[in-house]
């Protein structure tokens, strides 16, 4: 084989891996936005950036709505083992090597946290140890490097709570009457919360479930009646808003506010109009979302063990290295754990699908559990 074949055989792989053709572009460009934007906020870098967790609930939402929400006849072990397959892995091994890599080494109290944090995220209740620990917005937060798997437990508790629904619920109508009515209770929730200052409404299901049905119900709306014109125009205009969010947003805008709704109706816009023209301006950051989750995985835990190590608060170009090096562990994160797994799930037989998926919540449980029982003979009493 010649080196020119064996080259031209690596670039197909790469765009294969990078760059897939099943897949809309502008939506793994608005998930490249949505991590850009938090990895961003967390630098410090942008006081708005929080908003790219507003942007990854609302897809989040239509992508479960097409999966599982729209399904005649709804496979329910299907829909479980994707799930599994897809977030499991990459989270699993991201929190195993965290833990190898800094528990050894840090305070007592800390390795208790730390630990605690980390057996939370593996059960998919990190919210609500957040709820109860720190504020998401406070210093103390750059003390927890499982601290932004919040938004990944909400989004595994929405997936049982559209299962339930899609479970027991056969008709459409039905479906879509309990869709509304959990999305404006949801809401109002929100600005109850957000007018009572209960911060840790922040990482509330009960406070976003509104955000992920936005999502949804993308499906059971009417098509937008548009020229190609006005689309492109309204689509330029939705990722301006986000961008423009992500400037200017402060911290007081963040969910429960009732300003958390532009960004995620901003973010419905651009779904809701796949020919739009200007789609063009988010496809140059679709590798970007192809690789998002394992990017959003390393990001944080990458500056929370940087300044534990430098025992001081990282900025400037030592962050913009730290975030070089969350690039490459999230990229070889994707490659390694998250592509080959979903891989796996794509082309195994039933059997051992199923094999897979109860090894991995295996391995979830036993991890957990050997976290808490760390987290448990660190405390200093």
């Not at 965290?98 to 059960?123: E, F, K, P, T, Y």
């Not at 835990?301 to 490459?328: C, D, E, H, K, R």
């Not at 754990?337 to 799930?345: I, N, S, T």
């Amino acid at each position: 084989m010649s080196l020119t074949v064996v080259q031209q055989t690596w670039i197909d792989k790469l765009k294969a891996e990078f760059f897939p053709l099943n897949r809309r572009r502008d939506v793994d460009g608005l998930r490249g936005l949505a991590v850009l934007l938090v990895m961003i906020f967390h630098a410090g870098w942008l006081s708005g950036g929080f908003i790219g967790v507003d942007i990854f609930i609302v897809i989040s939402g239509y992508f479960m709505g097409r999966s599982a929400f729209m399904q005649h006849p709804f496979r329910p072990e299907r829909f479980v083992l994707r799930r599994l397959y897809r977030l499991v892995p990459a989270l699993l091994v991201m929190i195993l090597l965290v833990c190898a890599s800094m528990l050894w080494w840090v305070l007592r109290s800390d390795r208790a946290d730390i630990a605690q944090n980390g057996a939370s995220a593996l059960v998919y209740l990190s919210n609500i140890w957040a709820s109860g620990h720190v504020g998401y917005f406070e210093g103390q937060s750059i003390a927890y490097p499982f601290l932004h798997t919040w938004s990944l437990s909400l989004e595994m508790q929405f997936y049982l709570i559209i299962f339930l629904i899609a479970l027991f619920l056969s008709a459409l109508r039905y479906r879509q009457a309990v869709l509304y009515v959990v999305m404006a209770a949801s809401f109002a929730y929100s600005l109850m919360a957000y007018h009572s200052g209960d911060q840790s409404a922040y990482y509330s299901i009960f406070a976003r479930l509104w955000e992920f049905c936005l999502g949804t119900v993308i499906w059971v709306l009417p098509a937008l009646p548009q020229s190609l014109l006005l689309s492109g125009i309204c689509y330029a205009l939705a990722v301006m808003t986000l961008l423009l969010c992500g400037v200017f947003y402060t911290l007081t805008n963040a969910c429960p506010s009732y300003m958390a709704i532009i960004p995620c109706v901003a973010t419905m816009l651009i779904i809701m109009q796949p020919q739009a023209v200007t789609r063009r301006l988010l496809e140059p950051l679709s590798s970007v979302g192809v690789i998002s989750y394992s990017l959003y995985l390393w990001h944080w835990p990458a500056i929370v063990m940087a300044t534990y190590i430098l025992a001081s608060q990282v900025q400037g170009v030592t962050m913009a290295l730290v975030l070089g090096g969350a690039v490459i562990a999230g990229t070889l994160s994707y490659i390694c754990v998250e592509r080959p797994m979903l891989d796996y799930e794509n082309k195994a037989l039933v059997p051992a699908r199923r094999r897979g998926g109860a090894m991995l919540v295996g391995l979830c449980i036993v991890s957990a559990a050997a976290l808490a029982w760390l987290s448990a003979i660190s405390r200093v009493h």
